[in-house]
């Protein structure tokens, strides 16, 4: 994980800066665990060690002074990586008041807003513990991609640092390419969007580059 977040990072750093200034500092294991105990889970390692390379991304809630929302959906499907207190905010409304199933913990979610996003699955014995899946307000949540057992985040953010590197489309577990997953710079940022989207003010094709 931490060898494939690496590439992500510097890769924003290099080509995205808008989008890598809005990561935050590392979180740090007492914040974790007070996190873990108010939420009642502890989280997969996998989890725990890439909230102490950051304490996710500014860019969840509107009250984020950002001046370009454009680039803080660099992570793909157009999501920021939410940091420690909004997983918990987020986590609490799903299980008590969405009354969604316990264990399965948001990570990331759209810019601006708390309707949908990843998770990450908590739960401990299941064949699917480790592993993305999606969650919105209005569906129900399951794995990324449906019908399996879920990504990795690990593999995910390998899939993604190669996009980024390769200057292409995401690409599924299974090898397909996902078109809908296409990065491109926007506004000094990263962005993710449909290939066949046009090109718009302000934005450039990776192949451009």
Not at 48 to 69: F, N, T, V
Not at 126 to 131: D, F, H, I
Not at 191 to 202: I, N, P, Q, S
Request: glycine fraction near 10%; hydrophobic fraction near 40%.
């Amino acid at each position: 994980m931490a060898e494939a977040w690496a590439r992500v990072e510097a890769w924003l750093c290099e080509y995205a800066p808008a989008s890598a200034a809005l990561l935050r500092s590392p979180a740090g294991e007492e914040e974790i665990a007070a996190l873990e105990e108010e939420i009642g889970l502890r989280l997969p390692p996998v989890l725990r060690a890439w909230y102490r390379l950051h304490d996710g991304a500014i860019g969840s809630w509107p009250e984020d002074a950002i001046e370009e929302w454009a680039v803080a959906g660099w992570l793909p499907m157009h999501r920021t990586w939410l940091r420690l207190e909004e997983v918990k905010r987020l986590y609490l409304t799903q299980v008590q008041d969405w009354e969604r199933e316990p264990g399965l913990i948001p990570i990331a979610c759209n810019p601006g807003d708390g309707w949908y996003g990843l998770y990450l699955d908590a739960r401990e014995g299941e064949p699917t513990y480790g592993n993305l899946g999606t969650w919105a307000v209005d569906q129900e949540s399951e794995p990324l991609p449906g019908g399996t057992d879920g990504w990795p985040l690990a593999d995910w953010l390998e899939a993604t640092a190669a996009a980024l590197e390769e200057r292409r489309c995401l690409r599924m577990p299974d090898g397909t390419e996902n078109i809908h997953e296409t990065p491109v710079l926007n506004r000094g940022g990263l962005d993710w969007v449909h290939a066949r989207t046009g090109v718009e003010d302000g934005m450039r094709r990776l192949t451009d580059l």
